[in-house]
């Protein structure tokens, strides 16, 4: 509270107000606004981040991003076996990568061309690029081989150390 005197004809009256000084008052409007700013700004970046959690783990986004970014018309089963089997969740990333640093045609270009190269694999590769679901078992002559030992190869030689290399002239240790 504010105690202030008032003159007026000799008499002197004591008013108690309220103190309130305007840069409070501005102050608290502009925090609001950061504030509100702050809670917007938390909002988009969660729901922005749940979009990535959808297309990087639900494969039904998967297909559809490759898809909405590929210059394709009609979407098929190859496709779906195209954007979960072969490009999977690392290869879905290089395209977001693609998109926001190249843009959309380049893009769809580069998926198209993709998706070309593997329409033209033979079935045996593609089979072999899905996740297998059997176990697989050696045989010759009709009897089960154990698995194959792992083969151990020599270790490359150890690397000299730039003073150790032969120089041309003495100029380079300068």
Known sequence: MCDFNIRTLANQNNKTVQCVL???MINEKIFLFF???LCFVATVTFINLCYHFAIFFIPFYQ?????????KKNKNLEFDEFSQQFLKSDGILLVKF????????????????????YLAL?????????PSKHKITYKSNG???????IVHFEETPKRKYLQDLP???????V
């Open 167 to 173: 120089l041309l002239s003495a100029s380079a240790y």
């Open 143 to 149: 009897e089960i081989l154990p698995n194959p030992e």
């Open 63 to 71: 297909t559809q991003y490759v898809f909405l970014n590929s210059s």
């Open 122 to 130: 033979p079935k045996l590769e593609k089979e072999l690029l899905s």
């Open 98 to 117: 693609i998109r926001q640093n190249a843009g959309g045609r380049i893009t769809s270009e580069i998926i198209n061309d993709v998706f070309e190269k």
């Open 35 to 37: 504030y509100l700013w």
């Open 22 to 24: 305007m840069m409070n």
